[in-house]
């Protein structure tokens, strides 16, 4: 039946169905292992293997060898930069984790050692970090009181730190650690501004020397407690405000000046992982993020096994670091060695760090975390990002950080359900003078053929969007008809479908096409299928679609298809009329 | 910078940026309107228009003028038909409900009429289904002890009814029907026959004529329930499965006849919705599912309100109706006034009917459900979707039938997920004698460029499968690399990205795409773009990437992208060495 107009290059070619056991394989591959990180091992010796696999997994064995006097020099002089941060960051995030400061000094201490052993980082600068810091005091402020019985508080969040750890190198060792991109850059820029908004309001306890203070993290809460301790200070406002102003002057000055000099404003980037890869992209080499993961998580285990709380690889530490010229994950032992002789020797003047103090390092610390210029950004490009983003910020700020979490991961999935849920699909048609096939929305050049609408579903064909796109093609088909029966014009003939952007589809998605098919049958009109996928085309055989419509009906092209279905209206008329139509139109 | 070989048939096009209301107002209507409800509204006058959208909500006004007494005779017949159907079912269905068997025909009254008025399917027959019985039952007696508190447990059953109305309008009203297309065809396989064989497995209560019996429904506890039982009688086992022995053959003959017969084999079809869509299919008519829910919803609420519980549209009734010959929903008025007649005169005799009769009426009417040829069939063409089913009947089966329904809601969206973070990414080779650029794997005739590697990504690019791509693309990079370096060939120079598979992208799509181009520039190699699509190239303008790559590096078709690279290889070198290797390569 199908019989082109000229010679095709090529039908369309059904792949060789795959054993089972091997795309089974393959897709094993695919999902946990993109980046092949076996790819090192292959051909190679078994004792070379052995050696490879322990440089692998403990990679201070691949670089130690080849460790010289150079990178030692490089190495401490950012270690000793990097320690120079991580004292006073550790006191003043312990602080708002309502622990004791010995313990943030401790974390600045075990986890960069760990790391340094089984990291493959060679920037990432290893310590504790404000919003998960933020996140242990809302969560387990709710059920143990931290000043009532800070012992309990403080194993409890020792265990935290464990389980943490524990589940971190479990993502890692089951390679799930891909479940982290489901957060979207558009959902961390509004969940880290909304908690560094928080940390920022919950300093107004340290900058205004209140002493009753809500375990609330919520900006109504806050408000609240504020207001209510200056009413309550009602006979002497003024002294209260006196009181209030030096400190909160001098935050705000440091504030400003930090700000001004863009000490901390390198963007908001997702902690840890990503931010390893961020820079190991700079240096070109390449990071495994799961293989990360497991250092995380054996970094948090031991950790919390020696009283150090969460720790990760905070953005802003890492770029001092790597800004400071490191070498090697030799930093972070550099680091860990100075913050041990401050431990020995300087933790006595730390019980005289003015509160005020630790609140200024931890507002200014978070000041480059509220990245309302990539909030702007996202306004631009994409609209949808920018009310993910905004809800998620509103989420942290006016609810908890749990809420702001579950309304910023709900959101993000919802939108991309719906994305899948509902594919667009297009109108094409002829761009003049070529075999090109577009869309004519983006393409007003683009002729329609007469008697042959060419549609174009835009994305793969699953169980979720099925029934819209059977709905959606039947719409099309009945408006073509309408506006054709109106116009007067030759009557709907073909309907093609261009399947290019098909990747791939389920069970479901066949059963939309068998509809389509008798849905169209119906109406006396011809389907014709234009660039099968591999996956598609192997899922219609099996199915006995292509029986059904014929392979002849499917063609390499759209312009192929439409040529074909040129030819038989050519042939179905007994003059020329259809081609010298198609003709006027393409010198059109 | 851009030169290409031959002319351009045409510039990739940047579509005007359309107003942020508008695209909006584009988006709602795609995503709550697919099918375009209101399209016979438009250009009519108001009174018209008063009255179209009268018999929009209520249909009933629409077709009951037009009535006719040709119409009234074959709605009779299959009214009658129907009702023969509706009586023993809904004493059945009521018992498995654990409800009193005149609330299963109260059920088979009210409800009828609401739809009757209210619904758009000219073939539906309204009723209560085994599933939907076998669910109350499960979940509400957790709660209370139909045997001991039946009033409470029927006062249960219809507020349960009630508020399953009010959801199902509410879905309707806010156009949110599509949430069910999140089913996916073999979730509903699997689970459909999970709740069958629990059903019938429910049924060796009546059939065994057990007296205590389990209330979980999972095949352990029935099960050991079963054993049990037969243990306490082990003195006279014999006259225990004597008893048994003839109502049980009873069932197996009845229920070998039914299946012989083929009366109840219409396949496992969504219930609801879907079976009035398929059978409008057949009679090219249009329903719209979100319209149909609010009449579902509508009759709910009014049947919960005069003791009925639960309906919806079954499969197997609908099509004896429409077999029938039924025209008009009128059948279900008929179906519903010989039920009236039933309850008025013929109650009395229903209490004598033994409880075997009503399970074999089950049985018989569940076998049709387990349609294991649709399981085989998934297996065939699809082998996840396979895996989806299977788990879903185990579920419902081992476990319990909200268990069955959590993993297989929670399997499905994981695939999706999974699908959507893991797109497909091919390298392209050209079709020999042709500008047509396809898949290597697909089509092993495909050639190499030289020194352009030239990708295809499969789907849209989202947060979710961004840092995917770009570890893949890099992957893709650096083995064409090494292959190239292995065999000694000619440098790989350009890297060709087919986008017309991508057709949507957001800020993390974007991000990926700029990460992208900073690997590739600094491996030296010059980054080309094939056929960006409408939502692609706006985002692109809009985020200055364009002025970054160069519009000159974006073309509209692989063939002229590789045209140009060909160009400037062939102008870089002093002699015609790339451009023979092209001819060769094409004439091979």
Known sequence: MGNPYYECPLPVTIPPAKPFLESI??????????????????????????????????????????????????????????????????????SLASLPPIIGLYSS??????????????????????????????MLGKEVNPNENARLYVQLALTATFFAGVFQAALGLLRLGFIVDFLSHATIVGFMGGAATVVCLQQLKGILG??????????????????????????????????????????IVGSVLVYLTNAEKYGVQVEGVAVGRSFAMFKNYHIDGNKEMIAFGMMNIAGSCVSCY??????????????????????????????????????????????????????????????YEAAIGLWKVDKCDFIVCVSAY??????????????????????????????????????PNSMIFRSIDQYPIANNIPGVLILQIDAPVYFANANYLRERISRWIYEEDEKLKSTGGSSLQYVILDLSAVGSTDTSGISMFKE?????????????????????????????????????????????????????????????????????????
């Open 310 to 371: 969460l720790t990760t690889g905070p953005f802003s530490r890492t770029a001092v670091n790597f800004n400071a010229g490191c070498k090697t994950a030799g930093s972070n032992i550099v680091m860990a060695a100075a913050v041990m002789v401050t431990l020995l020797f300087l933790t006595p003047l730390f019980h005289y760090t003015p509160i005020v103090v630790l609140s200024s390092i931890i507002i200014a610390a978070m000041l480059g975390l509220i990245d």
């Open 210 to 251: 209140l002493v009753r203070f809500t375990h609330g993290t919520d900006l109504v809460s806050v408000l609240r407690s504020v207001f209510s301790q200056t009413h309550q200070s009602k006979r002497k406002p003024c002294f209260f405000w006196i009181n209030a102003m030096a400190p909160m002057m001098s935050v």
């Open 394 to 431: 509103i989420g942290v700020v006016f609810g908890s950080v749990e809420i702001g979490l579950v309304i910023a991961v709900t959101i993000s999935l919802l939108r991309m359900l719906l994305s899948v849920a509902r594919p667009r699909t297009f109108l094409l048609g002829n761009i």
């Open 25 to 94: 394989k393959l897709g094993i591959k695919e999902t946990l292992f993109p980046d092949d990180p076996f790819r090192q091992f292959k051909n190679q010796p078994a004792s070379r293997k052995f050696i490879l696999g322990m440089q692998y997994f403990v990679p201070i064995l691949e670089w130690a060898p080849r460790y010289t006097f150079e990178f030692f020099k490089a190495d401490l002089i950012a270690g000793i930069t990097i320690a120079s941060l991580a004292v006073p960051q550790g006191i003043s995030y312990a």
């Open 109 to 138: 201490f075990v986890p960069p050692l760990v790391y340094a052993m089984l990291g493959s980082s060679k920037d990432l600068a290893v310590g504790t970090v404000a919003v998960a810091s933020l996140l242990i005091s809302s």
């Open 516 to 588: 389509v098919k008798k849905n169209i049958d119906r109406r006396g009109l011809k389907l014709v299928l234009a660039n099968p996928r591999s996956e598609v085309i192997k899922k219609l055989v099996k199915s006995k679609f292509i029986e059904s419509i014929g392979q002849e009906w499917i063609y390499l092209t759209v312009g192929e298809a439409v040529a074909a279905c040129n030819f038989m209206l050519h042939a179905s008329k007994s003059n020329n009329q259809v081609a010298d139509e198609f003709d006027a139109h393409n010198n059109a």
